[in-house]
């Protein structure tokens, strides 16, 4: 069974930066296509990025392209979110999902992390 762990959530200034990671286990990452979801108070849940499995295509949702960056490193077995110039609104809790299909955009995927918290102060 495949389990996905967020680490990186917490409290950042407005215009500050975060790395959150997700590490896999029971299955290898090299098989699966990530993504980042966020869902803020209030909110449904959005796709922000995400990377296949196959030539580490990524996407990203227009809100953070450009700030964010998706990026995995299989040999370790952990895929990682780089947050730049966060902003307030980017506050929310920020889940981890895998697929094994070749997908980098939103999708149904069929693991999901428990989620990690990101506040940014203005």
């Known amino acids: 069974q495949v389990q996905l762990v967020e680490s990186g959530g917490g409290l950042v200034q407005a215009g500050g930066s975060l790395t959150l990671s997700c590490a896999i286990s029971?299955?290898?990452?090299?098989?699966?296509?990530m993504a980042w979801f966020r869902q803020a108070p209030g909110k449904e849940r959005e796709f922000i990025a995400g990377?296949?499995?196959?030539?580490?295509?990524?996407g990203y949702a227009d809100s953070v392209k450009g700030r964010f960056t998706i990026s995995r490193d299989n040999a370790a077995d952990t895929v990682y979110l780089q947050m730049n110039s966060l902003k307030p609104e980017d506050t929310a809790v920020y889940y981890c999902?895998?697929?094994?299909?070749?997908?980098?955009?939103?999708?149904?995927?069929?693991?999901w992390g428990q989620g990690t918290q990101v506040t940014v102060t203005s």
């Open positions: 029971g299955g290898a990452l090299s098989l699966h296509s």
């Open positions: 990377i296949s499995w196959s030539r580490s295509i990524t």
């Open positions: 999902a895998a697929t094994i299909r070749n997908i980098w955009y939103d999708s149904a995927y069929d693991y």
